[in-house]
């Protein structure tokens, strides 16, 4: 059967092929302000050119968002191959001002959030020029991320907005809000189940693998504990409710309370998240990234910081004991389990860690074994990747020059390298997009596998299935929101609806 392609003005003849699922969502796009929820490869990149083909039919411009530098590089790149236009720009926050207020001009242009929303501010451009803005990412529209105020900017404007992601947050709150802040009064949605889009989906296989700690780890790990109880048990004899479970994010919600309401807490509440943060690398990450922390915390000032690193008998051994593990080379038992996977495993492997002091001993562990391999990470900080070298980066990776791309959380979002057949989480992250997003880099062209490295007896367990159950609230999230949606008969959305 021969392959059917799109035909629509502004789109070039053969480049894009014909499918129904995207063709329907995009004449939903147009219609009315829609947000796409789409599993990840299935080209809601896709969806944004027709909507852009029609808009640049009516003679109206286009503004394409996406949150990082690589994605809107590679929104820009797929345009300029698509488009047969040539006024296409890519904005970011290097490019000086001068040269911004000429991109401005152009009939479509991808950018970064934040350098759109200080522009918009300082009216070089106007929300009027534009007939349709896409958010990338959409998920991000919440509390102060710039998405947040360009959609403020937006308001009085005549704009067709189109929102995209892989997942709703499996919080209402949060759906909500999305929703709100980008005026959408529709919910365009498909899932892996759906009929037309089943013949396009690729199986991703998951296997979860166990490491246990070695002596040497269990006994800092025992240690760290003892210090984080000591200091749970002052904070219960100074009358906080604490939950049974120890749990880091009930600490952080104690912050302000205890700061304006409960001053006796301060120290012992600090000291504690201190600790958590601290047990939470070494669980998670191994000695090194535990160290490295140390450090950092050590130089800060603050509550208990003295008292912590240099009277705590449980801490002050756990990093005399850690110190002495790193000078017999004892790391995380995931390194090991890393090396074993990779010399077994032909093709092209995305390696996540949500740290850099990870990345840093997972990169050297791969050079090691003799694989290619490069890093993905953002640019701040001295150790940062600036945007011409994260792009170098993925295109060497794409041309197969690198076997294996070791990144952080700015790989997650929207990396398009079809022929990656491996996915490792090194670390789980309790969210249902984060989730979502990493594994959807693989499983694009041919069958995918997910592996997930997950340490016996830690924090890792525990943010395994919150990342799950998260997962399984987002599925039903949508319908729930059209459904909110649909029983509104007034024209509002959102939060509104639910009052």
Known sequence: MALVHIDKKFIKKNSIEKRDYQVNLANQAIQENCIVVLPTGLGKTTIALQVISEYLSRGKDTLFLAPTKVLVNQHYEFLKQNLTIEDISLITGEDALQKRTEYWKNSVICATPQIAKNDLDRQIVSP?????VIFDEAHRTIGDYAYSGIAERLKNSDVRILGMTATLPSEKEKATEILTRLNISRVAERTEDSSDVKPYIQQTDTEEIIVELPPEMKAIQKLLKLALDERYDLLKKYGLQLSGQQSLSALLRFRKFVLFQNRKCAKPLFTAIRIHYALNMFEVHGITPFLKFCERARVKKGAGVKELFEVDPNFTRAVHLAKDAQSKGIEHPKILKLEEILQSFTG?????????DSVDIIINKVHEIGIPSGILIGKAGKTGLKQKKQIENVQKFRDGEFKVLVATRVGEEGLDISEVNLVIFYDIVPSSIRF?????????????????????????????????????????????MMATLQKNNSKKVGLDAFL
């Open 128 to 132: 009027n020029q534009f007939g349709l």
């Open 348 to 356: 092209k492997a995305i390696i996540f860690s949500s740290f850099r």
């Open 436 to 480: 979502i997003q990493r594994r959807g880099r693989t499983g694009r062209k041919d069958t995918g596998k997910l592996i997930v490295l997950i340490a016996k007896d830690t924090i890792d367990e525990r943010y395994y299935w919150i990342g799950k159950r998260k997962m399984n609230a987002a599925k039903s999230m949508g319908e729930k």
